[in-house]
């Protein structure tokens, strides 16, 4: 029997198929250390105890997107080593807070199926689940991926495309229990900007920009144990470049909109994502958001903004897609997520 | 309004102007980790619970220069986002060992203004304080920078310059409570060299050397949250090169001495310091020490010594300017400190 | 008096000397972070207290090569700054497992000694010993190395040649106290092979790669506080490379043998080592593994494997040596090593 992993093709998925990952793993406070150095990450709530036990909760959660991060890792293996693009993201739900000492273990879905017209590839549709040590949900998303077949006389399997809406309701958004900004401290938060301070439709340049290195997304990379090849192997492309990993890019990116978003503490939820353009090691990358919607939170002091956060690596702020409508060539990422904010 | 900071102007800051800066920060095992993976730095105290509890401390304290990055890299945004340079340090004392669990935080008190005659700029002097979450101070010290103006009509302020030791004396100096190196073992701590062994006028070179990495010294300053541009914006300079925090030089200087300067454990005053020249990504940098004063101190078996830590890129030891009494095109650091030694 | 320390020569090496090797260091969470940020290690009782709890160990200790690494690292400055080449390692015992909160230190004997023909330089061995806050040996080694004499018309020592077994018996191997694989979890460990599904003289190529980076390899090195020269000083070499620690390969290849080897979880005994050619950045290593030998363990659930793990910088899987029974000029890596898995 063949002993190593080449990773799952198109005809191997089928609907209502559950993949338990493996590698459960215990977060300490060194992916905390770590997320601080791999990112320009500043939001208060993440980085203080003190402030965070201010705010309602027993201590400083590991950052809702190394959570991410981390649960979505542990998919790679099962999902995506023969992925050809991942192509979206929708329905993230950020559960539970994730706090030192927790160990966090992933199972996926099957929910869609698709294959493309070319026979030679599939997209495959999969909700995603993080779990603690607990039983606990403590994020669930969906995710859709570009999958080859292996064997391309393979039936196409029956499509199913799972329905998925452009964005989560506010009333679906969980607020993690005893979260309470009435005492917020926006001095130490960094910025004065509060939940009413943001308007519909207003667009924010983060202005910082920071160039990508080869070390750093790997060991972004292998810190979520993601084995996709394309990450660290110089020799899987024509072009000997090694394809940043499009979570490092989220990452940087909401790192970066810290300036102009500093109370935009908790990522809640994820309308909707997709990677643009491949990023590689010597881009600059920069960042923009823009307010899509605002909604009252239940919370004392608590309000939530709809925000799309957008990477790019050189073109202007503000310019997401061409005349065509199709993404500008230095666009690297197009997220719409649900944050809370102090109100 | 606008949500981003663009960091504060010359004209900006007046006498007196305290600054609470943003975003405390909780220490963990692995801000300790990982500075030892940046740095080469071995000191017993600060790598083992069991050595430092035999000094007299609870638990190895997270090493005093990782502790100012901490307190300094919080000032950034409000003191040096529009730095030309940063000129200089005096009056640096470390009043309380920082362990894991502490949370810190970072205020500065503006005490000197004087424009500079182009017009275009003026230096700006701050105090800065770190406090842990007991409201306790845990280091202040001085620093001066060169600051841009945004409106070059802004009337000059009145100058003020502060008065500044050229060092602390030997009793400003903090010595941590319970501190014995009474029964100090040299073995553990990797030499024999004891205070009595060092001269003052004594010179050492440390012969290691170590080339600089732009993912290195970004992770470094990322760590810190320093958040300045030019560290990590490679299209920020006309050169395309990406400056290394001055910080970094420091720490990688510090960790070098250990060659020579195996006991020299705790700094516990700055009195000085100059970052002589820029370093970057690819330069290869070593270092050396003078012995510029020696004290007794109170504790039991603790000396001090006073040193001046010199980092270069690649002249000779012991050449720190040139005859034009300039510094050397090639010295990169020099730093005035002291630091609690065994005797 | 010389403050530094420029390593032994070796002329400075006698039978039966005994070293204390400096620096001590305590363990935190962020060492295990960091160990798997820099190598793509995914052994579920390293990563998860939870699936080491239910293997019977309080929490998931440090990987076994990390604390092979924090031992060694000591060693450098008293055994290695002057070595020309690390030949080989032979009899190494995992003798306990480290947690988190243990103080780890180490001492060497110096039980072999031959000068080369050359009269430049000779072969040292030592016996290392890594020990805990509670003096327990938590590993121990052999291995040698090729040492530069200072004065050339040294008198060569008598030889001294250790009587060395090519492996560990089976009898000879530790098995963790309370190491328990009977209720082992195959799907949360990623592979359903066990003991009984490896044959020997099986081999496995690992295929998946990774192309070194020197940051990466720089703070690996520094993490363990190993201090030789060559691995960070572009200038240390004529070619201005930096020559990648052997240890930093182990590690990779050891990652990368997770595809196919997922439930070798413990590493054991260390038969044989060579660090057949020297790495550098930019290189791309794979790894491939064969098995030599199995064993029955006492502990429930337990079964030893015997492999040797080969990594390699470009040529074709299984190709060790050349038809003139040389290491071929890709092989990095040749290890010989006990592993307990899951029957």
């Known amino acids: 029997m063949l002993k190593t992993n080449c990773g799952r093709f198109f005809e191997d998925y089928c609907i209502g198929q559950v993949l338990d990952h493996a590698v459960p793993r215990t977060v300490s406070g060194g992916e905390r250390t770590l997320y601080h150095a791999l990112y320009p990450v500043r939001h208060a709530l993440y980085s203080s105890d003190e402030f965070a036990r201010a705010c309602g909760l027993p201590s400083a959660p590991l950052d809702n997107l190394a959570a991410f991060h981390l649960v979505f890792g542990k998919t790679v293996p099962d999902v995506s080593l023969n992925a050809v693009a991942n192509l979206g993201y929708a329905a993230g739900r950020w559960q539970a807070p994730v706090y ?20 030679k590839t599939g997209v495959v549709y999969v909700h995603t689940k993080g779990m603690n040590q607990h039983n606990q949900t403590v994020l669930d998303y969906v995710r859709w991926a570009m999958v080859r077949k292996r064997n391309l006389e393979a039936a196409a399997p029956q499509t199913v495309i799972p329905t998925l809406d452009t964005a989560l309701l506010p009333k679906q958004l969980s607020v993690p229990q005893g979260l309470d900004f009435s005492r917020y401290d926006f001095a130490q938060a960094g910025e004065p900007h509060r939940w009413g301070d943001y308007q519909i439709g207003e667009r ?23 084995t996709a090849k394309v990450h660290f192997d110089a020799t899987a492309r024509p072009d000997g470049k090694r394809l940043i990993y499009g979570g490092h890019v989220i990452s940087m990116a909401r790192g970066l909109s810290f300036n102009g978003l500093a ?26 958001s823009e307010v899509l919607d605002k909604a009252e939170i239940a919370a004392p002091g608590v309000g939530a903004l709809r925000l799309r956060l957008v990477a790019t690596k050189g073109c202007a702020p503000f310019e997401l897609r061409g005349q065509d409508g199709k993404y500008h ?15």
Chains 1, 2, 3 share one sequence.
Not at 103 to 110: A, F, G, N, P, V
Not at 263 to 288: E, Y
Not at 329 to 343: E, G, K, N, P
């Open 100 to 119: 030192v000492g927790d160990t966090l273990r992933s199972q996926s879905e099957i929910i869609g199926l698709k294959q493309n017209s070319s026979g």
């Open 263 to 288: 109370n935009a503490q908790m990522i809640v939820g994820l309308n909707a994502g997709a990677h643009a353009n491949p990023c590689f090691s010597g881009d600059t990358v920069r960042a923009w």
């Open 329 to 343: 060539a230095d666009t690297l990422l197009d997220l719409d997520y649900w944050v809370l904010i102090s109100t």
């Open 204 to 226: 924010i340049d983060h202005i910082d920009d920071v160039t990508m290195e080869d070390a750093e997304h790997m060991m972004a990379t292998r810190l979520w144990q993601n």
